[in-house]
């Protein structure tokens, strides 16, 4: 189960409590969080946009409204305490921010990495780099001026330390961090906003709010546009197998690296069983993509620089699958160069196969031999081919039925075709509504998550092993065999 953060306010303000108000226990929750000088109120327009766009999980509010003006960590740590007493511990959180609540969330991410799992991070007008408001203020913890308010000045200490220990420790991934600013922010910059390698947009002071009027600052936690994007990413994030985005990451070993040159750092890692030909390994750097090898090499040797690396592994195609991070820290000292690994828990072991097989969904069906090669309805929907990858329909798949166990599977060409076995043993298409087992398939498990598909007439099985890659090679169903040719992966459409 993912839990979702939100978190409001530089200039909005503990009582922990936690006000639930949900629509169905199935989903996953979110906990609201506000900032300085606010309250739990501030989220109003924000909860009943969830709920009137079918959030499906539990709603949280933390308020810590009497203890705003605290320097962030110590409220970093109330919220900490709060998520334990919730039964968040443990759990894989989505953190999503306004202002210095941005700040909070990322601070208790960092210090407490071992109590729970960043899903995604969205923040909202949060002061990531500084606010040259708070820049105003002398020196001195008091009034406005107040702890809260030192910490969020553009050159503090626990800013540039935030941000610095952040990456190094990778607490949490960039390609999962979202950030919004606002035009004509009295308070927080657009450039402030922004972190690097993340997911960062900026809406305009005039866009259309969904419920009254308020400081520029605030009025982003009611800007429609901002909260449908919050609310598709929280969506992506509460449901990461649907997303193809794995909890598991590479499991690095062997670093090592040399005080002689800034770039002869080594990494090497294990391949996952099952892993496609085409799975690459990620590496990022700063929250920049410094690059990418091949999974297969297994590894970096004597090429990466002094700092952290995130890496991760990655398919290539369409909306593939997407491991999550692990990392390696090279330090150089004065006598030696230390290396140290960070692996995400749990590593990826064994790469996916096929997504969930359910009636009613519509599938990519890939030849586990060949790779990056689709079962094709072909240029006249009548012939069936093999053929690379290409994002047309043809290569769309709908399975119809399945409570028997036989399934159909309808072309989204839309001419109402079904895959069909056809005369010679060639797969073909006909019209859905004929009846007769030529247009009934089961699905039967493989090794690796893929399945063989068995035409119910004939016994035989869908093969492509004498077409090795080529395009535009007729299918046929040939007899019951084990052979890799024989082995389909399904991927949601």
């Not at 972190?195 to 982003?220: F, M, P, Y």
Request: glycine share 10%.
């Amino acid at each position: 189960m993912a839990v979702t953060v939100l978190i409001t306010s530089l200039a909005s303000g503990v009582t922990l409590t936690a006000d639930t108000q949900a629509t169905a226990a199935t989903g996953d929750p979110v906990v609201l969080l506000h900032g300085l000088n606010d309250g739990p109120g501030v989220w109003k327009a924000a909860e009943q946009y969830f709920h009137d766009n079918h959030y499906a999980g539990k709603i949280h509010k933390f308020d810590y409204s009497g203890t705003t003006h605290d320097r962030i960590p110590d409220n970093a740590d109330r919220f900490w305490e709060w998520m334990r007493k919730n039964g968040l511990a443990g759990k894989r959180v989505n953190l999503v921010g306004h202002s210095m609540g941005g700040l909070v969330a990322r601070k208790t991410a960092l210090d407490h990495s071992a109590g729970f799992t960043v899903g995604s991070l969205v923040t909202l007008a949060s002061p990531n780099h500084g606010s040259h408001q708070a820049d105003l203020c002398p020196n001195i913890a008091a009034g406005y001026c107040n702890a809260a308010v030192q910490d969020m000045k553009t050159d503090s200490l626990f800013l540039k330390a935030l941000n610095r220990d952040t990456e190094k420790k990778a607490a949490y991934a960039p390609d999962t961090t979202l950030t919004y600013s606002i035009e004509g922010d009295e308070q927080v910059s657009a450039l402030s906003v922004k972190l690097s390698g993340a997911d960062n947009r900026h809406v305009a002071k005039d866009a259309e709010t969904v419920r009254g009027g308020s400081a520029v600052h605030t009025s982003i936690t009611r800007k429609r546009q901002v909260l449908k994007d919050t609310l598709d990413f929280l969506n992506t994030g509460n449901n990461p197998g649907a997303h193809h985005r794995l909890s598991s990451g590479p499991a690095l070993r062997n670093a090592d690296c040399t005080i002689h040159h800034w770039t002869h750092g080594t990494v090497r890692w294990d391949l996952p069983q099952h892993a496609p030909d085409d799975l690459q390994a990620e590496v990022w750097k700063d929250g920049r993509l410094w690059g990418t090898v091949p999974a297969s090499d297994k590894g970096i040797v004597d090429r990466l620089p002094y700092g952290t690396m995130n890496i991760r592994f990655k398919e290539t195609r369409d909306n593939g699958y997407t491991s999550a991070y692990s990392s390696v820290t090279f330090d150089a000292g004065t006598w030696q160069c230390d290396s140290t690994i960070k692996n995400a828990s749990p590593t990826v072991r064994e790469w996916p196969g096929s997504d969930p097989i359910a009636s009613g969904s519509t599938y990519r069906v890939s030849n586990k031999k060949f790779g990056n090669v689709n079962i094709d309805a072909g240029t006249d929907a009548s012939l069936v081919h093999l053929w690379h990858s290409n994002g047309t329909a043809a290569q769309d798949w709908k399975l119809l039925g399945g409570s028997d166990g036989n399934y159909k599977l309808l072309s989204s060409k839309g001419t109402n075709r079904c895959l069909s076995q056809e005369a010679d043993s060639y797969v073909g298409t006909r019209e859905c509504g004929e009846s007769g087992t030529q247009l009934l398939w089961k699905l039967v498990p493989a090794d690796g998550g893929s399945f063989s598909i068995r035409n119910v007439g004939s016994g035989g099985h869908v093969n492509a092993a004498q077409y090795a890659s080529t395009d535009g090679t007729r299918l046929r169903v040939l007899g019951d065999s084990h052979q890799q040719a024989m082995k389909w992966v399904f991927r949601l459409k």
